[in-house]
């Protein structure tokens, strides 16, 4: 075996054992793959789906993709989370609020299927969706708006009000920033 052949495979050799590692960490860390079964995957999103309706969902849609949702005007969750690049941007680290990137070198994580996780972000520490997406929005490094300007912009599009109405048909002032708590 040539030197070059031998330093190939000790170099595939050592990828494939640090990425047996990183599996036995995870799995003894409890994390489990999501269900490939469409019954099993309902299962895990029970809680969503009795609050879950057309209105709601469209409406979600709407503002996933409206810039308006930043400081800046222009970053929108699909600046970071391109649902056309498999729900990530593939920079090594995010860019966001007048071009800063992640200050803690972290990349955008794929939206895709993030209903399905027991909790988010890179080391876990949101509960769930609807407690995650109120960070982004006011992450400075990230949408940088505060909950009063995003309901006052929201609030200044006769749209909106009609959606946001439709969507939380029993709330008397619908246009809140708590809006995925609520049922
Ligand atoms: C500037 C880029 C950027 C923008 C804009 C952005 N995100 Fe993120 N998002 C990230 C980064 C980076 C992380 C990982 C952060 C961490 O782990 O601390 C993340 C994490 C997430 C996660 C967790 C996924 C997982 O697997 O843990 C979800 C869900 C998410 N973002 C949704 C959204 C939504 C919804 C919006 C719009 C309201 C949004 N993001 C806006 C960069 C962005």
């Known amino acids: 075996m040539n030197r070059m052949k031998f330093l190939a495979l000790v170099f595939f050799g050592s990828t494939l054992l640090a990425g047996d590692t990183l599996i036995d960490a995870a799995k003894n860390a409890g ?27 469209d409406l979600g849609k ?4 409206d810039p308006r949702l930043s400081k800046s005007g222009v970053i929108s969750c699909n600046t970071c989370h391109n649902v056309g690049l498999g729900g990530a941007d593939g920079m090594s680290a995010a860019i966001g609020h007048q071009w800063t990137a992640n200050p803690h070198h972290l990349n955008s994580p794929t939206v895709y299927n993030s209903v399905f996780n027991t909790t988010q972000f890179w080391d876990g ?20 708006i505060t909950p009063k300007m995003a ?6 599009m006769p749209e909106y009000i ?14 809140t920033f708590e809006i995925s708590l609520r049922p």
């Open 151 to 156: 309901e006052e912009r929201i609030s200044s």
């Open 125 to 144: 520490r949101s509960p769930h969706l609807g407690d995650q997406a109120k960070g982004p929005m006011q992450a400075q490094p990230e949408m940088a």
């Open 162 to 175: 009609a959606e946001f109405k439709k969507a939380f048909p029993k709330d008397k002032n619908p246009v």
């Open 62 to 65: 709407k503002l996933y993709f």
């Open 31 to 57: 994390l489990k793959p999501i269900p490939s079964e469409h019954k099993a995957q309902m299962k895990l999103i029970k809680e969503f789906q009795k609050d879950l309706t057309a209105a709601k969902a």
